[in-house]
T-cell receptor, first 114, second 114 residues
Framework: AQKVTQAQTEISVVEKEDVTLDCVYETRDTTYYLFWYKQPPSGELVFLIRRNSFDEQNEISGRYSWNFQKSTSSFNFTITASQVVDSAVYFCALSEGGYSTLTFGKGTMLLVSP | EAGVTQFPSHSVIEKGQTVTLRCDPISGHDNLYWYRRVMGKEIKFLLHFVKESKQDESGMPNNRFLAERTGGTYSTLKVQPAELEDSGVYFC????????????FGQGTRLTVV
């Protein structure tokens, strides 16, 4: 069965600090998809990134970067030079090949102080 | 283009009452999902519609929950009778195909059973 673990429940940083959110997953499938979603105070889940299991290239999008390592079953998310607007709950999720449902981690609450 | 819309945004009901949540997916999305997050825990899958058919309802907690998707458009999730443990945030999501892209989530309905 699939599982996603986000061991960090809450992280507090000061603006401009870099922060990494950890995500470890378990799956028996060789084909799967990994996602990160952001939940700001307004409540909706905002899609950030989707990565398939055959693409281990790291990705950078502005201040956001993702490090996918199959060897350690991790898909970590780094925010560089954090800003107050980054304060939110961040969820990592897994979708196994052939299925369309998502398995989420418990989320990491990030609080960025000015 | 309108996103996924959920109604109501908040609902407070007494134990034993009935509540109906509504989700309007993005137009053209055949896949519609219901998820639930109980306080402090992970977001858990409830069920998945493909058009008007229930593809997977393995996550439905018990028979007090009834989901419908009339004509493959909007969906409703009825809880009858509501219990205290049903409190949480109910998310709806829609997608074309998770293997091709992301699921788009609504802002959620916060249900409080007192």
């Amino acid at each position: 069965a699939q599982k996603v673990t986000q061991a960090q429940t809450e992280i507090s940083v000061v603006e401009k600090e870099d922060v990494t959110l950890d995500c470890v997953y378990e799956t028996r499938d060789t084909t799967y998809y990994l996602f990160w979603y952001k939940q700001p105070p307004s409540g909706e889940l905002v899609f950030l990134i989707r990565r398939n299991s055959f693409d281990e290239q790291n990705e950078i999008s502005g201040r956001y970067s993702w490090n996918f390592q199959k060897s350690t079953s991790s898909f970590n998310f780094t925010i560089t030079a954090s800003q107050v607007v980054d304060s939110a709950v961040y969820f990592c999720a897994l979708s196994e090949g052939g299925y369309s449902t998502l398995t989420f981690g418990k989320g990491t609450m990030l609080l960025v102080s000015p | 283009e309108a996103g996924v819309t959920q109604f109501p945004s908040h609902s407070v009901i007494e134990k034993g009452q009935t509540v109906t949540l509504r989700c309007d997916p993005i137009s053209g999305h055949d896949n519609l999902y219901w998820y639930r997050r109980v306080m402090g825990k992970e977001i858990k899958f409830l069920l998945h519609f493909v058009k008007e058919s229930k593809q997977d309802e393995s996550g439905m907690p018990n028979n007090r929950f009834l989901a419908e998707r009339t004509g493959g458009t909007y969906s409703t999730l009825k809880v009858q009778p509501a219990e205290l443990e049903d409190s949480g945030v109910y998310f709806c999501a829609s997608s074309q195909d998770l293997r091709a892209g992301e699921a788009f989530f609504g802002q959620g309905t916060r249900l409080t059973v007192v």
